[in-house]
């Protein structure tokens, strides 16, 4: 009779088999920030969306910390079920299992649309564990705008409801935002406290 393995066996199991996770470090993290900031400016730019993909993917795989409990729950809890933000809970949740070896599959997506997916997992794989700079920051918000059902008033406030618009005009919007705010040109490294978006 075969038994099926819950979570915890099988996180043993794959500690077992030589799949160590060890937790980035501070200093980890302030190296994914300033990669993230990075990706952020490409991302915008929309000339080089691959780029863009790539860099988001490998900032998810530096910022993923397996763990047996849901990552999500460390999400403010109207984000935990606001239903325009379903593909990034799901792939926040990928991301961080013990399972996860490979690279997220992007089927049924735009290249920027999964470049976007990404990024922002990667910035709340990072949100509750170093202050975001001002980049991050206005990326977060510039994703809740254009993919939550409930836009925060803060995000509505600085880009207005993006939702029902095509992706360029979206994007354009945030990389008018961006440089408007002179973030794109700030120093790398730069990070300061932001409240809680609500």
């Known amino acids: 009779m075969t038994t099926i393995a819950g979570p915890h066996q099988a996180a043993s199991r794959l500690i077992d088999e030589g799949y160590a996770f060890a937790p980035p470090t501070a200093d980890d993290r302030i190296e994914a920030l300033r990669g993230l900031e990075r990706a952020i400016r490409v991302f915008f730019h929309r000339q080089r969306t691959e780029q863009a993909l790539a860099m988001a993917e490998e900032l998810v795989r530096r910022t993923a910390e397996p763990r047996l409990e849901d990552p999500v729950r460390q999400w403010e809890p109207w984000m935990q079920t606001d239903r325009g933000l379903g593909r990034a809970r799901r792939l926040h949740r990928l991301v961080n299992s013990l399972a996860w070896h490979g690279e997220p599959a992007a089927a049924g997506?735009?290249?920027?649309?999964?470049?976007?997916?990404?990024l922002f997992v990667a910035v709340m794989n990072l949100v509750s564990r170093l202050p975001l700079s001002d980049?991050?920051?206005?990326?977060?918000?510039?994703?809740?705008?254009?993919?939550?059902m409930r836009v925060p008033e803060k995000a509505l406030r600085l880009f207005g409801d993006l939702r029902d618009l095509p992706p360029h005009q979206q994007i354009a919007a945030g990389a008018r935002l961006l440089i408007a705010s002179g973030a794109s040109t700030s120093g790398a490294g730069q990070s300061h406290p932001r409240m809680q978006v609500r």
């Open 109 to 118: 997506r735009s290249l920027q649309d999964a470049a976007a997916d990404h």
């Open 135 to 148: 980049e991050v920051h206005l990326f977060r918000l510039w994703y809740l705008a254009s993919r939550a």
